[in-house]
């Protein structure tokens, strides 16, 4: 079965399901086969406690690109603990990757959308593969910016199927689940920083601005390349 095909029968079968019941059922239908992409940035909390609650070894992915604000490390550290999540695997770029790609580290001075796709798309496109993996979660809403206002539930991306729980949730309902289950925020959040990536491409958000503006401000890019065509290319 293709993955627009199983789309469909996803979408027929668990549509109605969102959250932490999503995950669970995702969990089963894929086994070993599904793991769960994480930036353990200002929302991730949130997805990643329903993941806890659906099976606490989950597989997640986290994507350290070597550029990480070390408030985003401790972070993490901090809620695998408190989560009790028994299989968070760290990924990114090799020592021959960055030489042959960013052998200064000043790649982002001169081109975004490389640098990004040496540091995460590439190391995640490769532990897809290395793990057998037949689909993935994001955490990716539908508020979040314009480009992601139609984002389905489920997505086929080349052979693998792309997971959405949280697409319908909007802000609110986002800080319901923070409040109701105690979550420890990002350190980063009450300074500003609204969508958190590499500290060499994130800024602070100016207020009721879109949430994902201080990423690579100044510029026309919108996502890091994970989300994109690119996936599927290991170069």
Same mark, same amino acid.
């Given at each position: 079965?293709?993955?627009?095909?199983?789309?469909?029968?996803?979408?027929?079968?668990?549509?109605?399901? /969102?959250? !932490?019941? =999503? #995950? $669970?059922?995702?969990? *089963?239908?894929?086994?070993?086969?599904?793991? %769960?992409?994480?930036?353990? &940035?200002? /929302?991730? !909390?949130? =997805? #990643? $406690?329903?993941?806890? *609650?659906?099976?606490?070894?989950?597989?997640? %992915?986290?994507?350290?690109? &070597?550029?990480?604000?070390?408030?985003? #490390?401790?972070?993490?550290?901090?809620?695998?603990?408190?989560?009790?999540?028994?299989?968070?695997?760290?990924?990114?770029?090799?020592?021959?990757? #960055?030489?042959?790609?960013?052998?200064?580290?000043?790649?982002?001075?001169?081109?975004?959308?490389?640098?990004?796709?040496?540091?995460?798309?590439?190391?995640?496109?490769?532990?897809?593969?290395?793990?057998?993996?037949?689909?993935?979660?994001?955490?990716?809403?539908?508020?979040?910016?314009?480009?992601?206002?139609?984002?389905?539930?489920?997505?086929?991306?080349?052979?693998?199927?792309?997971?959405?729980?949280?697409?319908?949730?909007?802000?609110?309902?986002?800080?319901?689940?923070?409040?109701?289950?105690?979550?420890?925020?990002?350190?980063?959040?009450?300074?500003?920083?609204?969508?958190?990536?590499?500290?060499?491409?994130?800024?602070?958000?100016?207020?009721?601005?879109?949430?994902?503006?201080?990423?690579?401000?100044?510029?026309?890019?919108?996502?890091?390349?994970?989300?994109?065509?690119?996936?599927?290319?290991?170069?």
């Amino acid at each position: 079965m293709d993955a627009a095909t199983r789309v469909k029968h996803l979408t027929d079968g668990y549509g109605t399901l /969102e959250g !932490a019941p =999503l #995950l $669970a059922a995702m969990h *089963e239908v894929f086994g070993g086969r599904i793991a %769960l992409l994480s930036s353990f &940035g200002a /929302e991730s !909390a949130v =997805l #990643l $406690a329903l993941a806890a *609650e659906a099976a606490p070894n989950f597989p997640v %992915l986290f994507v350290n690109t &070597g550029k990480l604000f070390g408030e985003t #490390l401790r972070y993490r550290d901090q809620l695998v603990k408190r989560l009790g999540l028994t299989d968070v695997r760290e990924i990114g770029p090799t020592a021959d990757d #960055l030489a042959a790609g960013d052998r200064d580290g000043l790649l982002f001075n001169r081109d975004y959308d490389a640098c990004c796709h040496l540091r995460k798309t590439v190391p995640l496109d490769r532990a897809l593969a290395t793990a057998g993996l037949e689909a993935w979660v994001t955490g990716r809403k539908r508020f979040q910016s314009a480009t992601r206002a139609a984002l389905p539930l489920f997505e086929a991306e080349k052979d693998r199927i792309k997971v959405n729980p949280l697409a319908n949730w909007d802000k609110d309902r986002l800080e319901e689940e923070f409040t109701r289950r105690d979550l420890p925020r990002h350190p980063l959040e009450a300074d500003g920083f609204l969508s958190i990536g590499c500290y060499t491409c994130t800024e602070r958000v100016a207020p009721g601005a879109d949430p994902r503006s201080g990423r690579w401000a100044g510029s026309a890019k919108t996502e890091c390349g994970i989300h994109t065509t690119m996936i599927g290319i290991v170069r």
